[in-house]
């Protein structure tokens, strides 16, 4: 390429100078202030005085013709002048390449529609000639754009252009595919400066495979009734609208060609689109997705498969490579989903026993599998009801907002008021689940949302009441649910589970006698409930409150001011099958601070209002004890009640009976007559010791 370093611009008034007045230096390799010429001849840059902005073809040259420049290193051109003594230098510097004729394309494949970009890397400002090769007769081929070149060869032609690179070396040309540009491999090629032989790439204009995809469902089976989340993706079709995904499903049963997801007996027909489950490919989201609602879907227990396709054509013209339903010969993608019937589990807290004190919060946990009584595909509850029938008591509740979440795990929690109204005795508890048709085809009073006690079960078809309850006992009332729900015509599912109420019990362990100094361990055992948390998270442990008071008259209320009686609570601990109950202790407490004499000990439940006591004796130091520590004598036995005597289990008889309008507080009449004891007791010891 020639050159001539020019000051394009400048102010200097060269017209007034007298003489040469500036010079250049060339800096390579070594220095020079000649160089040769385009025609070959070498010139002088020293003592110049023409003007520096206009051009002279004498001062231009080629880099590539001077010995001090090599391909690749950089280069220094210095202007210099000389004004009244003064010194003035300008430098330029650039890097000297050898830029060899080459051509790149931005990819090797390109699809119908598409287009390519083509980058001519050759020696600066220099023209060259850059061609496309087609069929001069075929239409529809590709061609260059509208921008990058510098003109046509030819008018109207846009397979052939001309065009130069830039300061770096590099011009880029827009390749256009049409749409029905004829699949095959294509050449574009450039000749100019450097190019003994013309320069070539080449590429191929494809059609890509469209890619349709189903995305993995879980191993586990789903239950008929739940919701299943399809989706997917599809690559290789360039649109910015909807594309409509074509869903079927096959399986036991099921027509051959299949059937829709909302399948009600028809089977899809080819070709025509109403007769399909249809999503919407996004191609801003770049996927598609489906919401199925399996309740919709009446069918039995198996598994099934879920085909999508492109086009609304079945399986029988799409099952098998290069069938008339398949993808650019493929066959469409397809998932399997194992579909199994609802169901209903449930069990009492394993630390319950499933036996609770009147008083005490009654709960358990359910397992419902299959959606019950859900209302569409964003809801988050469905509808689940159940009743309990005990001594007395024949009671029905649900809840309309079952939740489906966490795996449709849930339960029930009654508050302390609702068990201390119930009399002791095994309850039958029985889960309802609306089946496979997410309907309760039998109701309690005839009402969808009934809660309270309950006299009749009514067909929720034709309202003609199935069981009147009125007479029944609780064992009677439950079998004829039970009967109702297993009728042929009905659907419905339920579990049944047994649970038992007890009356509040505290059993205190008499301590025995003790000597001043010892450690005091109160222990004993209780039915109240221990740790455990109910579904919706209440705490049920009850609080068991510990006193212990002297009594013993001690003149000038010494006891009050000396003895350091603590105040203690405890929760009962696991529940024992063996004995069903359960225990509870508190930590040794020191009596060296204490007087001898008789004490009272007191545990006090606030939860379900019961109060025990017992009494034990603390001896002066030095005494000897009357009895053995492990055979201590109760003065009062009568106060503690006496353990249960095992008796052979046998299934309970229920006997109806009114439940009384209140409640007597258990413990407090006992505690009466202690306290009247205890005032003749101290009045004995104050007479004794005078």
Same mark, same amino acid.
């Given at each position: ?196 032989? !013309? ?224 009399? !002791? ?85 008499? !301590? ?128 503690? !009640? ?49």
């Amino acid at each position: 390429m020639e050159v001539q370093f020019l000051m394009r611009e400048h102010n200097l008034p060269f017209s007034g100078f007298q003489g040469p007045w500036y010079e250049y230096e060339l800096q390579g390799l070594s220095k020079t202030d000649k160089v040769i010429n385009t025609t070959g001849t070498r010139v002088s840059l020293k003592d110049l005085s023409a003007d520096p902005a206009i051009p002279d073809l004498k001062y231009a040259f080629r880099l590539s013709d001077q010995d001090v420049i090599s391909p690749g290193r950089q280069v220094m051109m210095v202007f210099r002048m000389t004004l009244n003594d003064l010194n003035y230098e300008l430098r330029y510097l650039f890097t000297a390449k050898d830029y060899q004729p080459e051509l790149e394309l931005s990819d090797v494949s390109v699809e119908r529609g598409g287009n390519l970009v083509l980058t001519v890397r050759g020696t600066p400002f220099m023209l060259y000639n850059i061609t496309l090769h087609v069929p001069p007769t075929e239409e529809y081929h590709p061609r260059f754009g509208d921008s990058g070149w510098y003109e046509k060869v030819l008018p109207g032609s846009d397979y052939h252009v001309r065009a130069y690179p830039g300061w770096d070396g590099e011009v880029q040309l827009q390749i256009d595919i049409p749409k029905e540009a004829p699949l095959t491999s294509y050449r574009v090629s450039a000749t100019g400066p450097g190019a003994i032989l !013309p320069v070539t790439a080449d590429f191929d204009v494809v059609k890509k495979a469209a890619t349709l995809t189903i995305d993995e469902l879980r191993a586990e089976p789903y239950i008929i009734g739940d919701t299943v989340k399809l989706s997917g993706s599809l690559a290789n079709l360039k649109t910015s609208d909807l594309i409509p995904i074509y869903l079927f499903v096959t399986g036991p049963n099921l027509p051959a060609n299949g059937a829709p997801l909302t399948y009600l007996g028809p089977e899809v027909v080819d070709d025509e689109p109403g007769t399909f489950t249809i999503a919407y490919y996004n191609p801003t989201a770049g996927r598609w997705e489906y919401t199925w609602e399996t309740r919709d879907f009446h069918c039995e227990e198996g598994t099934y498969t879920i085909h999508a396709n492109i086009q609304p054509i079945g399986y029988r013209k799409s099952c098998y490579p290069g069938a008339p339903g398949s993808i650019d010969g493929e066959v469409p993608p397809s998932r399997e989903c194992a579909l199994i019937s609802p169901t209903v589990h449930a069990k009492f807290d394993e630390g319950t026993g499933g036996v609770f004190a009147r008083g005490d919060l009654l709960y358990s946990w359910w397992y419902a599998r299959g959606s019950p009584g859900s209302e569409g595909a964003t809801s988050s509850t469905g509808h689940m009801k159940w009743y309990i029938f005990g001594p007395n008591f024949k009671y029905a509740d649900c809840n309309p907002r079952f939740p489906l979440g966490n795996g449709g795990t849930y339960g029930i929690t009654y508050s302390r008021n609702f068990t201390y109204d119930l009399s !002791p005795g095994d309850y039958f508890i029985v889960y309802h689940h609306p089946g496979l048709n997410n309907r309760f085809d039998v109701l309690p009073e005839n009402n969808l949302y009934f809660k309270g006690n309950l006299k009749k079960l009514f067909n929720v078809d034709d309202g003609r009441v199935l069981v009147d309850l009125g007479a029944l006992d609780s064992r009677n009332a439950a079998t004829a649910l039970l009967r109702a729900l297993d009728s042929v015509n009905i659907d419905d599912t339920y579990v049944m589970d047994t649970f038992s109420i007890e009356d509040p019990l505290i059993r205190i362990e008499p !301590p025995g006698e003790l000597i001043v100094g010892d450690g005091l361990v109160v222990t004993g055992t209780t039915n109240l409930a221990g740790g455990g948390t109910t579904p919706d998270g209440i705490n049920v442990a009850d609080t068991l409150t510990l006193t212990i008071t002297s009594l013993d008259m001690h003149e000038s209320g010494k006891a009050n001011t000396v003895m350091k009686i603590p105040f203690n609570c405890t929760t009962p601990g696991g529940y024992s099958r063996d004995t069903g109950l359960r225990s509870f202790s508190y930590g040794s407490i020191d009596t060296s601070t204490w007087y001898p004499g008789k004490y009272l000990v007191t545990v006090w439940c606030k939860d379900v209002n019961l109060k025990e006591t017992c009494t034990f004796e603390l001896l002066a130091e030095g005494s000897e004890r009357k009895t053995a520590e492990s055979e201590a004598h109760n003065p009062f036995p009568f106060w503690t !009640p006496a353990p249960p005597t095992s008796t052979p289990s046998v299934e309970p008889e229920f006997t109806p009976i009114s439940l009384p309008t209140t409640q007597s507080t258990p413990g407090l009449l006992g505690f009466e007559v202690l306290i009247a004891v205890i005032a003749v007791i101290g009045a004995l010891v104050v007479m004794r010791r005078r």
